[in-house]
């Protein structure tokens, strides 16, 4: 059933009309105790929504829209195994990528937890053979420089996972991560690394796709040329991470220096698979290993808890209250740490993949608005930027705020002022100002949660990320439609394989495309001196 013909989404129709527009201003001090009664905490993680448009009525509200919709057995069947990525007919099985060791679940005949913690074991192994100098390069020396090769999932989760766990990382081993087609990634990537001293991780899930492959094939040739040709220094600089044993082997890559994952985890759920692997590389398998207790505490609490004090569950829910009651368009994320600057990036493939869908499980157009346009960047560097909009401008932009109460690098003055600014943003979105004159007024009223940790560690970063992930899936649970396929990237490959030959090639094409279409493909033909 369409969400929208469910009771509650009357109930919550109408409530927005009646008390929808009451200010935050009202809210707060109708309730001296709102600030404590509407903070959550689990998995190490404050999620103060206080600052959100809403009473303890629309939370009620809410939570029966997510009993109506079924919310709980939609998540348990995820958690069973069950295939609920129907237009794929797969399995979608993230948290068992970080269910301790010793557990089991099976699942289509397979204990996919001993599956999980084999690969874990290889990699662990491998990554303490690379980190100790061990594993030699061709020429005998150790490994300095590991670069990732991997594009959209295989590379966003690592990355930005690298970024905010540079602290913990080990300082001698560069990390670099190369997924643009765009030459001048790679070419600027290893600039400064040494072909006797480089490790490529080439991560990709079907180890078809066009950009990896394509990085990957100038990284072998980069290797065999700085090294003298013989290919046998491929099995020590290469390494896989895959799904598809038979491709990474075509490509020249030994099995034997492959880590696997299943068809049950999606790209932009992977970095705790062996996508991470470049991660634990630089990190160490013990650190991995606390990321992975830190998603999985979030998956428990996600899985456990009861709705009024369900993080991911809640955040979903009142995501859709902004977007679908509020007619919020958008979320900015805006992290109040440097190292979650790529959070941002992260988090736009994890939920517009997921659920930027106009059809449900069944096939039909969709009769509300699904996934919001997820943005953002770092504060306090958004303030002097795009913060005029959100405080002032005609849109209603909902933010989450993130920030971490201890900082990892202890600076003079810096961590106060970081945090002052985070407090200042959502209490001015909040409350506004007014003045004599319109220009200088705030009209605030300007929804925002704020995200505290105490620290930024593995382990609060393993919760943050699957509490988006229960989030994307809550939301997308109420929407009914599917968060874990994702045809809709599939018409840009087909076409973009359809024009590489007609830019390549040394005649001049005949183009069947739109006038535009073809009228870029000859201007662009012309201007790298090929026939048109
Ligand atoms: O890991 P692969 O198979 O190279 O795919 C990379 C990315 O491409 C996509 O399929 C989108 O084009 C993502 O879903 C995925 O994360």
Same mark, same amino acid.
């Given at each position: 059933m369409a969400p929208t013909q469910l009771p509650a989404w009357s109930a919550l129709a109408a409530h927005r009309d009646t008390s929808g527009s009451v200010h935050l201003r009202d809210l707060f001090a109708a309730d001296p105790e709102r600030g404590s009664a509407l903070q959550f905490e689990a998995a190490g993680l404050m999620v103060d929504h *206080?600052?959100?448009? %809403?009473t303890a009525e629309t939370l009620a509200l809410l939570t029966d829209l997510a009993e109506e919709a079924d919310v709980a057995a939609r998540r348990d069947a995820m958690f069973a195994g069950e295939h609920i990525n129907v237009t794929e007919d797969r399995a979608v099985l993230h948290v068992a990528l970080r269910m301790p060791k010793g557990r089991s679940l099976i699942v289509d005949g397979d204990d996919v937890v001993a599956q999980v913690h084999e690969v874990l074991d290889r990699m662990a192994a491998f990554a303490r053979k690379v980190r100790s100098g061990q594993w030699a390069g061709q020429t005998g020396e150790p490994i300095k420089a590991v670069v990732n090769i991997g594009i959209g999932g295989s590379d966003l989760g690592p990355r930005m996972a690298y970024r905010a766990l540079r602290p913990f990382a080990d300082r001698d081993l560069k990390v670099r991560f190369v997924s643009n087609v765009d030459g001048t990634e790679f070419v600027e990537a290893v600039r400064d690394l040494d072909p006797a001293t480089t490790l490529f991780v080439v991560s990709s899930k079907t180890f078809t796709t066009l950009e990896t492959l394509t990085n990957a094939t100038t990284a072998r040739d980069w290797l065999l040329g700085g090294l003298g040709g013989d290919e046998s220094a491929i099995a020590k600089h290469f390494v896989a991470v895959s799904t598809n044993a038979e491709k990474v082997s075509a490509f020249? %890559?030994?099995?034997?220096n492959m880590f696997g994952f299943w068809d049950w985890v999606g790209g932009r759920y992977s970095m705790d698979s062996a996508i991470g692997l470049s991660l634990m590389l630089a990190i160490g398998p013990e650190k991995f290993a606390e990321l992975l207790a830190g998603f999985h505490e979030m998956d428990e609490h996600f899985r456990t808890a009861p709705a009024e004090e369900n993080l991911p569950l809640l955040a979903g829910l009142i995501g859709i209250w902004n977007s679908?009651?509020?007619? *919020?368009d958008t979320l900015a994320v805006l992290p109040y740490a440097d190292d979650l600057g790529d959070l941002p990036a992260y988090l736009q493939q994890l939920d517009m993949e997921s659920n930027g869908k106009h059809v449900d499980l069944a096939g039909r157009r969709v009769e509300t608005d699904t996934g919001p346009i997820v943005w953002g960047q770092p504060g306090t560097n958004g303030q002097h930027a795009f913060y005029q909009l959100i405080h002032q401008g005609t849109r209603l932009i909902p933010c989450d705020f993130l920030g971490a109460c201890q900082p990892l690098r202890d600076v003079g003055r810096h961590h106060d002022l970081l945090m002052a600014n985070l407090f200042a943003q959502t209490e001015a979105l909040a409350f506004g100002k007014t003045a004599d004159e319109p220009a200088r007024s705030f009209d605030g009223n300007r929804p925002t949660t704020t995200i505290l940790v105490d620290r930024l560690e593995p382990k609060t970063l393993g919760a943050i990320i699957a509490y988006y992930e229960h989030k994307v899936f809550t939301q997308g649970a109420i929407w009914g439609i599917d968060s874990f396929d994702q045809w809709g990237v599939e018409l840009g490959k087909v076409l973009a394989q359809q024009i590489i030959p007609e830019l390549e090639g040394q005649e001049a094409p005949v183009l069947a495309h739109d006038s535009s279409t073809n009228a870029l493909i000859a201007r662009y033909r012309a201007a790298r001196g090929r026939t048109v």
């Open positions: *206080a600052k959100q448009r %809403i020249g %890559i030994d099995t034997d679908n009651f509020l007619g *919020a």
